[in-house]
């Protein structure tokens, strides 16, 4: 087991990879008393098209298998996982993303047993055509139910104006259509490609002595047997870095009108310090520009084209990456205008030294006020460790940046052909 200390940080990190290829990584912190683990795989609902396990021709899955899948390993033959963890005192959890699946709890005692509650469970597919078929009919719900939301619909709506054929346009929970093609040979194909414990990491942190831990979780796997994993073959369609759509527009019955701006990430295969760097860049930028105390934000609010509502987000990826800025307002084509004019005008600005190091200062405080969250830590180390970053290394990364750096990305972040914007109109009802 390796030990390392962060100082920027004050912390000790715990890891080991184990023979089967499962990345373990334990933080404690006796101080508290709260436990949080996860368990999370280097899959989501982006991998439709990959080779399976075992074999050598790439297969196409239907749309939210990932989703599908996660739902269903609670479900075993002879009980609901939940129920495990309610009994330990435990709070468990669980949720599928573009690019990950994670299996987590949190509690205040019974921990090891909890742990090895997670992985066992997460280890142990069972899945029978009845229960499958029975939680098509739930999932079909639950997209009906995200369908009627004004604030998913402009999300995946930006996604689809900006991408013309990457699966990040699809919804992470399919469709009602794709779900009912679902089969349970399907759900164990996925499973077994990508719930290999060298496509996993395991992280817990909070109150517990690390080196009984890992011993405890070596034990588990020692008992396992998995079968040998080659480097996964994903596949993806070819995307252009244009958009698809300048304009897309969706009616629905709201009360005020709703527009965001997307930005298409040109596709860079990003991984390490070169992935750290533009995301970290990325979102210095977009706080820089676009904060509730910034100059522009003002404006926009005094001029009643925003509300409190207005957000900024990004989301960079290996594969795929976007930024999304929105709001409420009465006025979507002004908003949508006067935010495309403001990215366009980064490319002729220059930050000086001084603003530079306060933007530093800025995130490195909002990183380390989020690390009080033993599941920010958790989770986000688990997601930075799938693209070769440490979590625990970005305050003195930050440190090293120059404003030659954020300069060298504004003269190129922006083009105009990677713009696009949806809005959630009012829905006219006929008379």
């Known amino acids: 087991m390796n030990k390392r200390y962060f100082e920027t940080v004050d912390e000790t990190l715990y890891e080991k990879k184990l023979d089967n290829g499962l ?24 991998d439709q098209s990959f080779v399976p396990i075992g074999q050598t021709e790439a297969i196409t899955v239907p749309d939210g298998i990932a989703h599908f899948l996660e739902h269903k390993l609670f479900e075993k033959e002879d009980r609901d996982v939940f129920t495990d963890f309610t009994k330990q005192a435990a709070s468990p959890n669980a949720f599928t993303s573009f690019t990950e699946t994670a299996y987590l709890f949190s509690a205040t005692s019974n921990i090891e047993k909890n742990v090895l509650t997670l992985i066992d469970f997460v280890q142990d597919p069972y899945f029978s055509e009845q229960s499958v078929e029975k939680e098509k009919g739930i999932i079909a719900q639950e997209i009906n139910m995200y369908d009627d939301q004004p604030d998913w619909r402009l999300f995946m709506g930006t996604n689809k104006a900006l991408f013309h054929n990457h699966p ?19 759900l164990y194909t996925c499973y077994h490609t990508f719930y290999h414990p060298e496509n996993m990491i395991l992280f817990v942190t909070g109150n517990f002595d690390p080196e009984q831990m890992m011993q405890l979780i070596l034990e588990n796997q020692e008992k396992k047997s998995f079968d040998k994993l080659e480097e996964i073959q994903r596949e993806f369609p070819e995307e252009p870095d244009y958009v698809k759509e300048k304009n897309l527009q969706i009616n629905m019955p709201v009360s005020i009108p709703k527009c965001a701006v997307g930005i298409k990430e040109p596709n860079q295969q990003l991984q390490g310090e070169d992935y750290l760097k533009r995301d970290l860049l990325t979102d210095m930028v977009l706080d820089y520009f676009f904060s509730t105390g910034g100059e522009f934000y003002q404006k926009l609010y005094e001029e009643d084209i925003i509300d409190n509502s207005f957000f900024f987000e990004s989301n960079l990826q290996t594969s795929f990456g976007y930024v999304s800025i929105g709001s409420n307002t009465n006025q979507p084509d002004v908003f949508s205008a006067r935010v495309q004019e403001m990215l366009l005008s980064t490319r002729e600005m220059e930050i000086s030294e001084a603003a530079f190091e306060r933007m530093k200062k800025k995130k490195m405080g909002q990183l380390l006020r989020a690390m009080n969250s033993l599941e920010f830590i958790a989770n986000q180390f688990a997601t930075l460790s799938f693209k070769d970053v440490n979590l625990l290394d970005i305050v003195p990364f930050i440190q090293k940046l120059t404003v030659q750096d954020i300069n060298d990305f504004l003269n190129t972040w922006i083009e105009e052909d990677r713009l696009a914007t949806c809005t959630i109109q009012k829905q006219t009802v006929e008379k």
């Open 23 to 46: 990345q373990v990584c334990l933080l404690p912190k006796p101080e508290l008393t709260k436990t949080y683990g996860v368990f999370m795989t280097n899959y989501g609902s982006i």
């Open 168 to 186: 990040v346009n699809i919804d992470i929970a399919g469709t009602v259509d794709s779900i009912y093609t679902i089969t349970k040979d399907d």
